[in-house]
């Protein structure tokens, strides 16, 4: 009886040692790379002969890239409500612009694409037009189009990455913002697309990136800081590149005093002015550089009370009221290592 007992322990000792053999090794999240920022996108306008305008875009991505985008977003925005309009698709399909209660209010415009362009597209209840392309490192697509009868403005654009976070990877339980996500490696710059009337900034020669919108953030208060240089919020620069031109634009409405940088070692570079612009050179680290500008608009006030025993809701909705009044642009800037296959 002992004898079976024993070769069944040894049966069970080698199976589980042949189980761990295929045991597979999960990835590490914090060091995870999902990098589309050498992604390029490019845009067509042109009048219809009924008298519309179209877009129509075209973005390519690089072999050098490491991550798929998913998706193409271009923020189509306003303050004003307009009303539900019909707008004919560029391939000739009826269309429309669906506006759903609570939805935010946009610029009235018809979203396609061409026939192997975008798996799905429209207007998200964001307000923004929205093209899911799923386009992987050495691919493009073209023939993401707007029809519109707004003028073309400056807008905003957004590429997102594909990511997820299967059993191949050891994510902790708890969320953790050490680990990068999608918003660390999503892309943001500036585009023509249908405008706000009388708002929206049209393009011009040299257009200038206003920085993310943040959800916070009016398109007014996103232009209390805008930029000739960078175009866009993530970006490559060549081998060996030790130091970077910031080309930053000072809204007349800025309140001076309250212009920060990250790291706060930058800070002494800059000289801000309202309406006024400057070039500054600043030192780049190695591998990868992270910058934040912040600043606000001389209409943001603070609860004059400083007894601290008087604190309220009162004074917590006073600093969430200043906070509509802030623009924050965040930067990142890679140096490309020298073989651009293993950027």
Excluded at 293 to 304: H, L, N, Q, R, T
């Amino acid at each position: 009886m002992k004898k079976i007992e024993k070769s069944l322990v040894f049966g069970f000792l080698v199976l589980a040692g042949v189980g761990s053999s295929f045991a597979v090794e999960l990835k590490d999240p914090r060091f995870r790379d999902e990098d589309i920022s050498r992604a390029v996108l490019s845009v067509e306008t042109f009048t219809r002969p009924d008298g519309l305008n179209e877009y129509v875009y075209s973005l390519d991505s690089p072999l050098e890239n490491k991550g798929t985008i998913l998706t193409m977003l271009v923020d189509l925005t306003c303050e004003e409500t307009f009303e539900q309009v019909i707008l004919p698709f560029p391939i000739g399909a009826e269309g429309y612009d669906f506006l759903p209660e609570d939805a935010t209010p946009h610029t009235p415009t018809a979203v396609v694409g061409d026939f192997g362009s975008s798996y799905s597209y429209g207007i998200s209840v964001e307000g923004s037009a929205l093209w899911a392309v799923d386009l992987e490192p050495g691919s493009a697509t073209s023939g993401l189009r707007m029809v519109s009868s707004a003028e073309p403005g400056l807008r905003t654009y957004t590429l997102t990455p594909f990511m997820d976070n299967d059993e191949t990877w050891d994510y902790p339980e708890e969320p953790d913002p050490e680990i990068p996500w999608i918003e660390d490696f999503t892309v943001t710059g500036m585009i023509a697309a249908p405008g706000c009337p009388g708002v929206t900034e049209p393009p011009g020669d040299k257009m200038r990136f206003a920085g993310s919108l943040d959800k916070k953030e009016s398109e007014t208060t996103n232009e209390l800081l805008t930029y000739a240089a960078p175009d866009k919020d993530k970006f490559h620069v060549e081998t060996g590149t030790t130091n970077y031109t910031v080309h930053i634009y000072y809204s007349e409405d800025i309140g001076p005093d309250t212009f920060k940088v990250k790291p706060k070692s930058l800070r002494g570079y800059f000289n801000p002015s309202p309406g006024l612009n400057e070039m500054v050179t600043l030192p780049l680290e190695k591998k990868k550089t992270k910058i934040e500008f912040s600043v606000y608009s001389m209409e943001a006030k603070i609860d004059g009370d400083t007894d601290k025993s008087k604190k309220s809701k009162k004074s917590k909705k006073s600093k969430k009221d200043k906070a509509q009044f802030k623009d924050k642009d965040k930067f990142e800037i890679r140096v490309s290592k020298r073989s651009s296959n293993t950027d």
